[in-house]
């Protein structure tokens, strides 16, 4: 079947600009993740979503992030006012259900802040 | 404090050369241990779960160990094609789903 599909692939944007990123999850999954990589670094949890309960934002870097999610399907990450320091490759992951289930990748979104 | 730490940064080998990648975690109460392959632009790709020391899982040329404290990735006559990141992760202290990665280990495998 489908995998996690991510849109757009690539993003170049100004500083200060908002940005959206899209996350269709695998059918049937209910938990959905986002993480970010930045070069060089490891994969950062940013925010999970499971089924109708309240998000964990925890991972959320700033209040310039913020993720929502219609029911169990599709989610969006914004980032408000971007810095150059938000340019890495933001990962979608969905999960059959939350907790130790194994979480799927979708290809991820290249974005760059000049 | 890094959580997670694999070893080397990046690995070459030679068509057929077997080797090992080796991931610490420094968690307690391990609620899993998830292996996945990094191709260049593309999404990790999950390989496998562990979560007991002592169990082991195959996949090909690929077989995934874990111990208390770390987990091995055996990598048996590999291929050009098995050129790729390999990324470790685990789930954070308290957590069941904040998976912790590491910074991976980049290999190249030569014909």
């Known amino acids: 079947g489908a995998g996690v599909s991510q849109s757009p692939s690539n993003k170049v944007t100004e500083k200060g600009k908002d940005v959206e990123l899209r996350c269709d999850p695998i059918s049937g999954h209910t938990a959905l993740y986002w993480y970010r990589q930045r070069l060089g670094q490891g994969l950062e949890f940013l925010i999970y979503?499971?089924?109708?309960?309240?998000?964990?934002k925890s991972g959320l870097p700033s209040d310039r992030f913020s993720a929502e999610r219609t029911g169990e399907s599709v989610s969006t990450l914004t980032i408000q006012r971007t810095q150059q320091e938000d340019s890495a490759v933001y990962l979608c992951?969905?999960?059959?259900?939350?907790?130790?289930?194994?979480?799927?990748f979708g290809p991820g979104t290249r974005l760059l802040v000049l | 404090e890094d959580q997670v730490t694999q070893s080397p940064e990046a690995l070459r080998l030679q068509e057929g050369e077997s080797s090992s990648l080796n991931c610490s975690y420094t968690v307690s109460g391990l609620r899993g241990l998830f292996w996945y392959r990094q191709d260049p632009g593309k999404g990790p790709e999950f390989l496998f779960t562990?979560?007991?020391a002592g169990e082991e899982k195959e996949k090909e040329r690929l077989k995934a160990t874990l111990t208390k404290k770390e987990s091995f990735l055996h990598i048996t006559a590999p291929k050009p094609e098995d050129s790729a990141t390999y990324l470790c992760a685990v789930p954070e202290e308290g957590s069941n789903y904040k998976l912790t990665f590491g910074k991976g280990t980049l290999l190249t495998v030569n014909p």
């Open positions: 979503f499971q089924g109708n309960s309240a998000p964990d």
């Open positions: 992951a969905s999960s059959y259900q939350g907790g130790r289930e194994t979480q799927y």
């Open positions: 562990l979560y007991s």
